[in-house]
């Protein structure tokens, strides 16, 4: 049958693995530093990918393919969350993965980790990973993480978490990724952790314009973390 599908010219392809991250189906893998389709039946022709190709390497065709699969894109997703299965930069360490937490009901012990999941980088997560689907979700500033003392004990139980930085990263980018987690993985709250300096309160436009995009119906609040570590507000945001 002919239907529409994605090609890529190699030629073009500089290896950045941006479309890969960008194709919530996971139909495109890196190798020999190439972009490569992994199989006609992930790929379902929509071409949410090429917006993320910084060098125009990728188009969508009409050419005879099998249909696209849906149960079949579910099953190799599955397998694609596996320990060992690298993201788009080839790296073993970014390989997306899901931890198992053993602490008590007030977190963890001292010294012990709340973080259930790798990547945690809102740019590198995929929107239909498992350790989404019906989430909680932190939408963190990089600084936050680092300034606010008692991270894994008061905020990341139990909870799935997307960092960057609004005022240095390409916000514009953000918002659609973030748009894209929330619908396609189900979130079912967002919470955002920002600085109290004016520009990082940026993420909160960012999540209120991601949660509309989505047409999602989620609760969404805001804690505001000070420069030495306090936390000096929260509450909801207004959608």
Known sequence: MKRNIIEIDEELCNGCGSCVTACAEGALLMVDGKAKLVS?????GLGACIGDCPTGALKVIERDAPAFDEKAVERHLEESNRPETPLACGCPGSAAMTFQIADGPSGPAPGKSSLSH???????????????????????????????????QKLLKGKAVAMGCPKLD??????EKLSRVISQGGVRSLTVVHMEVPCCSGFVRAAQMAVQQADAHIPVRHITIGRQGDLLAEGPVEI
């Open 40 to 44: 006609d039946v992930y790929c379902d």
């Open 118 to 152: 790798f990547p945690v980088k809102l740019q590198l997560l995929n929107p239909a990973a498992p350790f989404l689907r019906g989430a909680d979700l932190l939408l963190m500033a990089d600084c936050a993480a680092l300034c606010y003392p008692a991270l894994h």
């Open 170 to 175: 390409d916000l514009p980018a953000h918002v």
